[in-house]
Nanobody
Framework: QVQLVESGGGLVQAGGSLRLSCAASGRTLSTSVLCWFRQAPGKEREFVGGIRWSGGNPYYVDSVKGRFTVSRDNAKNTVYLQMNSLKPEDTAVYYC?????????????????WGQGTQVTVSS
């Protein structure tokens, strides 16, 4: 099992930026996929973006392409979500999640380990 701890959430005005961090500890991440999901009030948890720990291009949901960037720092065992041009509809609790393997899957059930979540609120 891998422990995941998110940080960096907060309140920001529309058009602003935030960077979320997800610090991982526990088992090796070398064969892992690390992703970000979000859940808005009354809605299902949805995939935002993900990256293979071993490298390769990240993958994003269409609604955040060009605005959000997922990156990783292997030395720090940390994954980041840089969010630019934020919109009120980006308001949600953002979760970091991990799965074993090489495929960046977009379903909640594909991920074994989850962080506690961090709140992002975008005001209009």
């Amino acid at each position: 099992q891998v422990q995941l701890v998110e940080s960096g959430g907060g309140l920001v005005q529309a058009g602003g930026s935030l960077r979320l961090s997800c610090a991982a500890s526990g088992r090796t991440l070398s064969t892992s996929v690390l992703c970000w999901f979000r859940q808005a009030p009354g809605k299902e948890r949805e995939f935002v973006g993900g990256i293979r720990w071993s490298g390769g291009n990240p993958y994003y949901v269409d609604s955040v392409k060009g605005r959000f960037t997922v990156s990783r720092d292997n030395a720090k065992n940390t994954v980041y979500l840089q969010m630019n041009s934020l919109k009120p509809e980006d308001t949600a609790v953002y979760y970091c999640a991990r799965s074993v393997g090489w495929i960046i899957r977009t379903t909640v059930a594909s991920y074994e380990d989850w962080g506690q979540g961090t709140q992002v609120t975008v005001s209009s």
